[in-house]
């Protein structure tokens, strides 16, 4: 199988989806395209979120893990109790039960590829405290959109 990229971040075929299905998550102007969905022994799926100028990914942790490769534009992404500056090419990987959040940047979008297992549990949202939940420093706190 081969998609074909036209140069604007979509594929041959490929659906743009909104980010998160269910509406009890709380995120900002991104959307998804799955590109692949496994197959035989490789049972990961390869998919592609653009965050709009401005717009964050939820903010949450799950068992599974994250192997992400920024494709567009820059950002800022929040990986345990660290935030860090991305870029085109950069690598990010999100152990599992990981507090993390993608956030692009006001002038441009974000758009990155995102490698997870097939079968993957439900993320888990911080509960009442939000943000003081996740992190006792205040650069994390000041990060976060919950």
Known sequence: MVRHHDG?????????????????????SITRQTLFEGDGNLAVELRYFEVAPGGHSTLERHEHQHLVTIARGCGQVLVGD????VNHLDVVHVPPMTWHQFRANRD???GFLCVVSCERDKPERPGPQGADEVSPTDSVREFIRV
């Open 8 to 28: 604007k971040f979509n594929w041959d075929g490929v659906a743009v989806h909104p980010y998160k299905e269910d509406g009890g998550t709380h995120f900002k």
């Open 82 to 85: 660290q935030v860090y500056d």
């Open 108 to 110: 441009q979008p974000l």
